[in-house]
């Protein structure tokens, strides 16, 4: 479900920005992530997702903190 989120977002932003169709988004799309995990291996796929979840639990610990101030949520 969470892929068909991405592809979906991925056709629009590639319809409206790009003018392409949205066959040519996900051929391309495909074509990216076939190359860029073939070139860097499964470390390379690791390294990236431990660096995504440093950034989405450091964005989250820091909405955790800016939620408690006083006035937000109100």
């Given at each position: 479900?969470?892929?068909?989120?991405?592809?979906?977002?991925?056709?629009?932003?590639?319809?409206?920005?790009?003018?392409?169709?949205k066959y040519?988004?996900?051929?391309?799309?495909?074509?990216?992530?076939?190359?860029?995990?073939?070139?860097?291996?499964?470390?390379?796929?690791?390294?990236?997702?431990?660096?995504?979840?440093i950034v989405?639990?450091?964005?989250?610990?820091?909405?955790?903190?800016?939620?408690?101030?006083?006035?937000?949520?109100?």
């Open positions: 479900m969470i892929m068909a989120t991405v592809t979906l977002a991925a056709i629009k932003i590639g319809g409206i920005l790009l003018g392409v169709s040519e988004v996900i051929l391309i799309a495909g074509t990216v992530t076939a190359l860029y995990s073939a070139t860097s291996g499964l470390w390379g796929v690791v390294v990236t997702d431990l660096l995504l979840f989405a639990m450091t964005g989250s610990l820091r909405l955790l903190l800016c939620g408690q101030q006083p006035g937000w949520g109100d």
